[in-house]
């Protein structure tokens, strides 16, 4: 145990494997769908970061991005498939950190399930727009930090802890196995 959960009268650890991680995707991607989405360069190196909008999570754990064909998101994924998410709730809860491989794809049917109107702003095109490819992001290990009863619970459990000299924080962190 890390020294800053020392303290911690409650259980703050829990790992999450199969649907029930699937499910903590879906709820942390529903209430925060913006991301940091990381890439590595053609080299290997890094790459860049962006800010990219979590359409979807599937049954399988996979979110759902769109992207430009002539991106360099697109380009630095064709040389090397692994990507990095980062999303954050707020200042204090909903973090996640998603490891996983990143698959450009074209899928008419899937395009039409995700497209929304305010799209056209980066696809003119609509969604007939030869730029528009599909990402389809598989998980293969992540991270979360979050409240168990929510943030008003938390603020009030640190507020009181603050008072009293104890450790009350409402924190619960985990692994995410898809």
């Not at 430009?68 to 996640?96: C, I, R, V, W």
Request: some cysteine; charged content about 25%.
């Amino acid at each position: 145990m890390d020294t800053i959960n020392a303290n911690q009268p409650e259980n703050n650890h829990q790992d999450l494997i199969g649907e029930d991680a699937v499910k903590k995707i879906r709820e942390f991607v529903d209430s925060t769908p913006g991301c940091f989405f990381c890439t590595s360069d053609v080299a290997g190196g890094p790459g860049d970061a962006r800010p990219m909008t979590a359409l979807q999570v599937d049954v399988q754990g996979n979110l759902w991005f769109i992207s430009a064909s002539d991106s360099l998101k697109n380009m630095e994924l064709a040389a090397e498939p692994s990507a990095t998410l980062y999303f954050q709730g707020s200042a204090h809860a909903e973090f996640m950190h998603l490891e996983g491989i990143a698959t450009v794809l074209r899928d008419p049917v899937k395009l039409k399930e995700l497209w929304s109107f305010t799209m056209k702003t980066w696809f003119t095109g609509g969604e007939d727009d030869p730029r528009i490819t599909l990402i389809k992001f598989a998980p293969t290990y992540g991270y979360y930090w979050d409240t168990k009863h929510g943030k008003a619970v938390a603020s009030v459990k640190m507020l009181i802890g603050a008072v009293i000299g104890k450790t009350l924080d409402d924190s619960i962190e985990g692994r995410l196995d898809v």
